[in-house]
């Protein structure tokens, strides 16, 4: 007989494990029980990569195949002992946000069927400073060789003109992110501001691969370096959250020798992310001032 339910214990907490055997990802027959071990395998490097940011939730209850939703509000029904952060909405009340700092939060989420946790740039303490600055480097066409092309030449931008290193994470998906750590001494605009400087540098030196134009009918192919997420309550993929793709892909912290033009994104999932290292480790003491630099 197959279980519905069953309990487990996590940080001295129980926690009520519901329909284990429910399989998330059809083809792959990757069920929420193989999620929520995932999760809580990969807590200690992801937690420390996530902790004290507002959350959102991408949440899948019927399985990748089926419609999912955004759940931005922590509801009524989640525990006490889940932590939150409430949230200001302009013209709108204020929402209370998860806050996942411990491995049963984690946990929680993933019984929820979260499969993709998204989080904040800032942390909760200081909700309009944010301490990372993020490129989304989405390929136009599945043409992966221009978005390593312009993560290169972000990176090299950065150490040429600012002596900083950025960091580099596939997204799970399609694309990777360039990441800068940032001490918290600047707001979003001005974040944001900076981004899109770095962003109109890059079009002005290679203006036949980069656009920062949105609108998707007017780059015509070339890579978007999307600075956009740099803004009060936008998010980017947690580090190691599992995308709703077949095979559970993760969004891979990786390094610079790694990003080739021939890298499979695809092949960092719940069962092989173990063998890597953890290449973010330090990322928190990296941080840089934008304010000196500006």
């Known amino acids: 007989m197959v279980k519905t339910s069953y309990e487990i214990t996590v940080e001295k907490q129980k926690i009520e494990i519901t329909n284990p055997e429910k399989v998330l990802f059809p083809k792959s027959k990757i069920t929420k029980k193989d999620l929520i071990e995932y999760y809580l395998n990969i807590a200690d490097l992801m937690l420390p990569l996530i ?19 955004v759940q931005k509000n922590a509801s009524d029904y989640f525990p006490k002992w889940v932590k939150t952060k409430s949230v200001k909405r302009e013209g ?43 490129f989304d480097l989405d390929p136009p066409k599945e043409n992966f060789e221009v978005v390593v092309q312009g993560a290169f030449d972000l990176k090299e931008l950065f150490e040429k003109e600012f002596r900083i290193t950025p960091f580099v994470m596939t997204t ?35 203006p036949d691969d980069y656009t920062i134009n949105p609108r998707k009918e007017k780059r015509k192919n070339k890579l978007f370096i999307d600075y956009m997420r740099n803004a009060f309550a936008q998010t980017a993929v947690a580090p190691y959250a599992v995308r709703a793709l077949e095979k559970a892909p993760v969004a891979a912290p990786i390094k610079w020798t790694e990003l080739k033009k021939n890298l499979d994104i695809s092949k960092f999932t719940i069962k092989t992310i173990f063998k890597r290292e953890a290449v973010f480790k330090n990322i928190d003491k990296k941080a840089y001032s934008l304010k000196k630099l500006l």
């Not at 360039?178 to 002005?204: C, H, S």
């Open 51 to 69: 902790k004290d940011r507002p959350v959102t939730m991408f949440r899948y209850p019927n399985g990748i195949a089926q419609e999912h939703f």
């Open 92 to 134: 709108k009340s204020s929402i209370s946000m998860v806050v996942c700092n411990d491995k049963k939060t984690l946990v929680y989420l993933a019984n929820q069927a979260c499969i993709t946790p998204h989080i904040w740039l800032s942390r909760k303490d200081s909700l309009h400073k944010p301490d990372r600055l993020i």
């Open 172 to 206: 799970g998906s399609k694309g990777v992110h360039v990441i800068v750590p940032i001490k918290r001494d600047l707001d979003y605009t001005k974040v944001r501001g900076f981004a899109k400087q770095i962003g109109e540098i890059l079009v002005e030196n290679n």
